[in-house]
């Protein structure tokens, strides 16, 4: 029954920021899937008599990496197979089933915000015991594996019916097919005052959650409607479709330009609200104000002690570099140590094993904790709603009193998309060249205080990784971070992240793009990126 194939490595198949990722007709290519699953297999020292926890979020090709990912367990003996329903977990639920069960690991199947479909993208992801994306070490094995596979393993069985959650068998492999929604939603009412939330909605408070036509729609509908009682329609968009109808599933206020047209405009509900594809992301916007996924982290960590999952207070708090300041000055307020990491989730997971941080999150619109190792959609969404049904405040009066009290930290990425790879690497090589001799440097309006080359080391297990971001500090309390994507599939994006703290009581209702016109001026002062990327302006601006 077992078929074994030879095959010969694939150039590329490295995992990024987050798994890897292709065009979706790239991993249709005879053998390719194949070839890196065998790679994940190998590079994990095999998958004999392990547990591995399955699913995606639904995307074009969905259906077929599943079934080919079982074939390929079973014909390299795993003891069992924890699959979604129809193939499909959200990731932070994957990450969830993974500890709940005690599994070895798990395979996602995502491009997380990234287009689907026949001309979008596909992503493969492994996830390790603790529920969090593979660390560094084991990415590199993969990618070793991949560089010298020779053959790969697989049945010549027929597809597997998921249509129904029970248990099966592939030779001698267990298929546990479960419900994607349950143990999720059972971990959140563990974790939130359901009660209060409910008694929020049922005093009339409005909600509009935009499911994006991705994987979330069911867990937001299970959760924020049937559970919570938001009143029926609050969940929009929420049947998944292979290619997200023709949408690009990234929660920010330029892909989910509906809902924010609709909470700027005079009929908002009182909250707004949106998940990426794999439903780790989140965007959080009130009626007339639109919380940056960097504010909201702040926001989350200086009124976590208002949520029941946790009031016995923070360990910790971590952040991506890039990310703003905004949660260290609230831990600094509450006495506890804020770590900054480099961009990408699983550098979080250490420090959240280790029980140095409670809350961790990135600019990117990941916010998380240590429910599981993934960042999670939902669970901001329901952490805001658990902290406006205590403090019965508008999100712009949360908003309000928390630059009141700590200072606004205002805040912007501008990214640069698809531009000429070669270009954009030179122009973040001879910056770093740069960064020795730019203290001092007088730059527009701004004078350049410190610059360096991001490197982390991981206080845990003492891994070093370098190159993580340029950044550049100035004197008048502002700060520019530029970096490539790691995502990407094609050409390369240059981001450029830009935050200038103002103290108050003055000056926290301004525009961000006003607040921090000088700093994009030394932007362009430092690097002239228009010019030498041949564009305009952004291609997106949160
Ligand atoms: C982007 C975000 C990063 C996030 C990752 C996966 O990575 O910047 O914060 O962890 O997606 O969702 P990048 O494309 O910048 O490498
Ligand atoms: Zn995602």
């Known amino acids: ?114 287009p689907g479909g026949p001309e979008g993208d596909f992503g493969v992801k492994f996830n390790t015991a603790n529920g969090g994306p593979a660390p560094e070490s084991v990415t590199e094995a993969i990618y070793r594996a991949s560089c010298e596979v020779t053959e790969y393993r697989t049945l010549g069985t027929p597809d597997i019916d998921l249509s129904t959650p029970g248990r099966g068998r592939l030779l001698a492999t267990e298929i546990e097919i479960v419900d994607p929604v349950a143990d999720y939603a059972a971990l959140m009412e563990r974790l939130f005052d359901f009660d209060a ?6 005093s009339g408070f409005t909600l509009r959650f935009d499911a994006m036509h991705a994987i979330t729609g069911p867990y937001a509908h299970e959760i924020l409607e049937r559970r919570l009682g938001a009143p029926a329609g609050s969940v929009d968009n929420a049947t998944p479709l292979p290619d997200f109808g023709g949408g690009h599933p990234d929660p920010n206020p330029v892909w989910a330009h509906e809902l924010m047209t609709l909470m700027m405009g005079a009929d908002a509900p009182d909250f707004g609200a949106a998940s990426d594809g794999d439903g780790d992301r989140n965007m959080i916007v009130g009626r007339g104000a639109y919380v940056t996924p960097s504010d909201s982290l702040a926001v989350i960590a200086a009124n976590a002690h208002l ?48 029980g140095l941080a409670t809350l961790c999150g990135e600019e990117s619109a990941g916010t998380g904790s240590d429910h599981v190792r993934e960042k999670d959609g939902l669970w901001a969404v329901l952490m805001w709603l658990n902290i406006l049904a205590a403090r019965r405040q508008s999100v712009a009066e949360v908003m309000a009193e928390h630059w009141a009290r700590y200072g606004r930290n205002y805040y912007s990425r501008h990214d640069y998309e698809e531009v000429d790879a070669a270009a954009a690497g030179a122009l973040i090589e001879e910056l770093r060249a740069r960064l020795d001799r730019l203290a001092g440097v007088k730059l527009g309006g701004l004078s350049v205080r410190a610059a360096q080359d991001f490197s982390y080391s991981d206080p845990v297990d003492g891994s070093v990784t370098t190159k993580q971001g340029l950044e550049i500090h100035f004197a008048e309390d502002a700060r520019l971070v530029l970096r490539l994507s790691g995502t990407g599939t094609a050409g390369a994006t240059l981001r450029v992240y830009l935050e200038r703290f103002a103290p108050g009581p003055e000056g926290l209702d301004e525009d961000p793009q006003t607040a921090l016109a000088e700093v994009i001026a030394a932007t362009e002062d430092l690097c002239q990126i228009k010019t030498r990327l041949g564009r305009a302006a952004p291609d997106v601006v949160t």
Request: hydrophobic share 45%.
């Open 1 to 114: 029954m077992i078929e074994i194939n030879s095959t010969r490595p694939i150039d590329g198949q490295k995992p990024g920021t987050s798994g890897l990722r292709k065009k979706t007709r790239v991993f249709q290519e005879p053998g390719y899937l194949e070839n890196f699953v065998q790679s994940i297999w190998n590079g994990i020292g095999g998958v004999e008599d392990k547990v591995l926890v399955l699913g995606g979020d639904g995307r074009f090709f969905n259906t077929q990496a599943v079934q080919i990912i079982l074939r390929m367990a079973a014909a390299s003996g795993a003891a069992k197979v924890i699959v979604g329903q129809d193939g499909l977990l959200s990731t932070p639920a994957a990450s969830h089933l993974i500890r709940a069960r005690g599994a070895d690991g798990g395979v996602i199947l995502s491009a997380s915000h990234n």
């Open 197 to 202: 939330i409910r008694a929020l909605f049922a």
């Open 307 to 354: 949520v029941p999952g946790y009031a016995g207070g923070l360990k910790g708090v971590a952040r991506s570099m890039p990310s703003s300041a905004a949660l260290d000055r609230v831990a600094e307020a509450l006495g506890i140590t804020c770590y900054a990491t480099p961009t990408g989730w699983k550098f979080f997971g250490n420090l959240l094993d280790a």
